[in-house]
């Protein structure tokens, strides 16, 4: 099982910027995809990024394309999402999913969750 913590959430002003980061510990391996998702209160959780076990590969929701990008650093099993430009409607719990496969443009969630990381974006 592979446990996976998220941090760098925070209050950020509209336009501003952030970077979050997910370690993942446990019997982990390189050969997975990462991903992100977040969900806003009363909403469904929602597909955000994610990135092949290489790297080569990301796919990003259309909402936030052009001002979130999703990395890796397979060495020690971290993946960052940084967040540019970012909106009130950015405004959610966001968590990472470890163990996934990106395939054709989709991500296959896998079975490991975090606890999540709130960010708040308000001016």
């Known amino acids: 099982q592979v446990q996976v913590v998220e941090s760098g959430g925070g209050l950020v002003q509209p336009g501003g910027s952030l970077r979050l980061s997910c370690a993942a510990s446990g019997r982990t391996s390189s050969n997975y995809g990462m991903g992100w998702f977040r969900q806003a209160p009363g909403k469904e959780r929602e597909f955000v990024a994610a990135?092949?076990?290489?790297?080569?590969?990301?796919s990003y929701a259309d909402s936030v394309k052009g001002r979130f990008t999703v990395s890796r650093e397979s060495a020690n099993n971290t993946a960052y999402l940084q967040m540019n430009s970012l909106k009130p409607e950015d405004t959610a719990v966001y968590y990472c999913?470890?163990?996934?496969?990106?395939?054709?443009?989709?991500?296959?969630?896998?079975?490991?969750w975090g606890q999540g990381t709130q960010v708040i974006v308000s001016s």
């Open positions: 990135i092949s076990w290489s790297g080569a590969r990301t």
């Open positions: 999913n470890a163990g996934g496969v990106l395939y054709g443009g989709t991500w296959s969630a896998g079975a490991s």
